[in-house]
T-cell receptor, first 114, second 113 residues
Framework: GAVVSQHPSRVICKSGTSVKIECRSLDFQATTMFWYRQFPKQSLMLMATSNEGSKATYEQGVEKDKFLINHASLTLSTLTVTSAHPEDSSFYIC??????????FGSGTRLTVV | GENVEQHPSTLSVQEGDSAVIKCTYSDSASNYFPWYKQELGKRPQLIIDIRSNVGEKKDQRIAVTLNKTAKHFSLHITETQPEDSAVYFCAASSPYNTDKLIFGTGTRLQVFP
């Protein structure tokens, strides 16, 4: 089945630095990638929809200048958390729709900002 | 935008009993309704899904029902086992809303031996 590879799985960074998270579709072309954030004991909240070759669409309340999304190819989408702060610590996960197979998810990235 | 509500937030059952989790959605154009099981720190795992052209789907001990008129769908787990203990999420997507998948708030299911 369709596979999305997400890296890194865990990252610890200092407050004020930026962190890049990558999601690659390994055996299919993902024209659209969805980025979610999940705080402990909460649901997956959609942050933005990433479209290959165009600007991402952000959900209400998500700062586009803080969460930079790039989808430069059909197999790679990246999320950069800029000037990270402790409140950005969360579980970030990407997802892509692989035709009628439904949605496939990356393995997630646990971000801790200290 | 699309909103998905899920109830209950926690559910405790005895091993062997049935468990039912219910969700309602707001976008009448939604046509795909998956259910996921998620373990702590892991990606959601699809356990069953249903499309809007059917009313019910079953896979062994798991079944999902969909009522398009009322805009709600339910997950039914029969003969529950301790290993069914996890957090379950419903979700909905609409092809008229970029196919983005919107999740319910989650249900923590505990199955006691």
């Amino acid at each position: 089945g369709a596979v999305v590879s997400q890296h890194p799985s865990r990252v610890i960074c200092k407050s004020g630095t930026s962190v890049k998270i990558e999601c690659r579709s390994l055996d299919f072309q993902a024209t659209t990638m969805f980025w979610y954030r999940q705080f402990p004991k909460q649901s997956l909240m959609l942050m933005a929809t990433s479209n290959e070759g165009s600007k991402a669409t952000y959900e209400q309340g998500v700062e586009k200048d803080k969460f930079l999304i790039n989808h430069a190819s059909l197999t790679l989408s990246t999320l950069t958390v800029t000037s990270a702060h402790p409140e950005d610590s969360s579980f970030y996960i990407c997802s892509a729709r692989a035709g009628w197979e439904g949605y496939t998810f990356g393995s997630g990235t646990r971000l801790t900002v200290v | 935008g699309e909103n998905v509500e899920q109830h209950p937030s926690t559910l405790s059952v005895q091993e062997g009993d049935s468990a039912v989790i219910k969700c309602t959605y707001s976008d009448s154009a939604s046509n795909y309704f998956p259910w996921y099981k998620q373990e702590l720190g892991k990606r959601p795992q699809l356990i069953i899904d249903i499309r809007s052209n059917v009313g019910e789907k079953k896979d062994q001990r798991i079944a999902v029902t969909l009522n398009k008129t009322a805009k709600h769908f339910s997950l039914h787990i029969t003969e529950t086992q301790p290993e069914d203990s996890a957090v379950y999420f419903c979700a909905a997507s609409s092809p008229y809303n970029t196919d983005k998948l919107i999740f319910g708030t989650g249900t923590r299911l505990q199955v006691f031996p």
